[in-house]
């Protein structure tokens, strides 16, 4: 994890390249990277580990910051279903 401060954070969730990291993080989501893959990403404002839920139909799966979802919090689909996304799945979504 990142040791900055609550105010370089701030100015950072407020930039492009913030918006630029969580692209990143969604392409490679969309292409069906791998767990191992996954692992490797952090939220890009606070560099605390991401999580991961899937909708039942392995398609949708929403992302977001485990400390705080206003730095990461996003969902999206994606046509490749990996395998290991069964494991992170959490029933339907209303």
């Known amino acids: 994890m990142r ?6 954070s701030i100015e950072f ?3 492009s ?3 630029l990291a969580i692209e ?3 392409e490679r989501l969309i292409e069906g990277c791998s767990e191992e893959e996954f692992a ?3 939220c890009p ?3 605390a580990v991401l999580s991961i839920n899937v ?3 392995h398609s949708t799966f929403h992302v977001r910051c485990t400390r705080d979802g206003t730095h990461v919090s996003f969902h999206d689909r994606s046509d490749c ?3 290991w996304w069964v494991a992170h799945m959490r029933g339907g979504w209303y």
């Open 81 to 83: 279903k990996p395998a």
């Open 40 to 42: 490797t990403l952090y």
């Open 45 to 47: 404002v606070c560099g």
């Open 3 to 8: 040791d900055e401060t609550d105010r370089e």
């Open 13 to 15: 969730a407020e930039t």
């Open 17 to 19: 390249d913030r918006f």
């Open 24 to 26: 990143s993080i969604r």
């Open 55 to 57: 909708h039942q139909n």
